[in-house]
């Protein structure tokens, strides 16, 4: 788990805290709706493979 302030994040703290992130940027037409953090990563990978990164 990663550390903030000095406590860890629980998979709970972390996901009640991206909830309303991801619910600004759907009102905001800026994701999809029900975009998963699982999901966000993938495309990220997809995006650096394109530009020619590799692990």
Do not use: C, N, Q
């Not at 903030?4 to 009640?16: C, D, I, N, Y």
């Not at 994701?31 to 997809?46: I, K, S």
């Amino acid at each position: 788990m990663r550390e903030f302030r000095g406590e860890t994040w629980t998979l709970s703290g972390f996901r009640a805290s991206w909830r309303p992130i991801r619910l600004r940027l759907e009102e905001a037409g800026k994701v999809e709706p029900g975009l998963t953090l699982y999901g966000l990563r993938h495309r990220l990978a997809v995006v650096l493979r394109k530009i020619g990164h590799d692990e």
